[in-house]
């Protein structure tokens, strides 16, 4: 049977809600959702062409390091997004072959791209394609050769490939309304205790909406920890 709406009751997995919660000295705080934020998952491939160079024999400018231009292409990442009001991070960085005393040779790193808009997303990663290029090519970008060395960074191949994409959700509006006059009857009729917000993570919402009308309720969590066994929100917030 086709649903008419969804709604789902969330944890906030960030710490927003709680603060505010504490900040006004309430005991509520309700989250309205009015939709989710896109994100691009790309995987990131820096590999010599040659062979790993010794640490104690091999001079900084003739050095072809993927893991300095993977560092440095990590920190330009945070730099443009935090210039585009978005998120970028990354929480996989692997390296070979992986001695105390060999220059890495292949290193493989995810860069997580997010914004609550398309047109952010798109900009990002054709911008953060682009000077990659140029810093594996030699180039100077923002001053991230400052204090240091290129290297031999053209002796590096690149790979860039997207692991997945989404674009923004935007909930019901219906949904949403029904939700806020829900929350303001709950909370007394308090509509301070109310926040309009996107969410920065994906949810099961985001595919029930390309069925039927959605919208969701957030809530606070303790520190705004999620994904971990300490997660916790209370009884009274739910």
């Known amino acids: 049977m086709p649903m008419g709406a969804h709604f789902e009751l969330h944890i906030e997995q960030g710490p927003i809600l709680e603060a505010e919660k504490k900040k006004k000295k309430k005991k509520k705080k309700i989250g ?12 990131e491939e820096l590999t010599e062409r040659t062979t790993d160079a010794h640490t104690g024999t091999t001079p900084l400018s003739r050095r072809a390091n993927a893991l300095l231009l993977a560092s440095k292409l990590i920190l330009h990442s945070h730099r443009r997004a935090t210039a585009h009001s978005a998120l970028a991070s990354t929480g996989v960085l692997t ?32 911008e953060l ?70 969410s920065g993570a994906g949810h099961d919402s985001v595919y029930a909406s390309k069925h039927c009308p959605t919208s969701m309720i957030f809530v606070p969590c303790r520190e705004g920890v999620s994904h971990n066994p300490t997660e916790y929100a209370s009884a009274e917030d739910c």
């Not at 290297?151 to 692991?163: C, F, I, K, M």
Request: hydrophobic share 35%; with cysteine.
């Open 32 to 43: 309205v959702m009015q939709g989710v934020q896109a994100y691009n998952r790309q995987c």
């Open 95 to 126: 390296l070979a072959p992986g001695s105390t005393n060999t220059i890495p040779g292949h290193v493989r790193f995810s860069l997580d791209i997010r914004s609550p808009e398309d047109s952010v997303i798109t900009t990002l990663e054709e």
């Open 129 to 198: 394609k682009r000077d990659l290029a140029a810093l594996a090519a030699g180039e100077d970008i923002g001053g991230l050769h400052a204090g240091g060395t290129a290297g031999r960074s053209e002796a590096l191949e690149v790979a860039w490939q997207t692991d997945s994409q989404t674009t923004v959700t935007r909930f019901h509006e219906d949904c949403i309304k029904t939700v806020r006059e829900a929350a303001v009857e709950v909370l007394g009729g308090v509509e301070d205790l109310i926040r309009d917000v996107k």
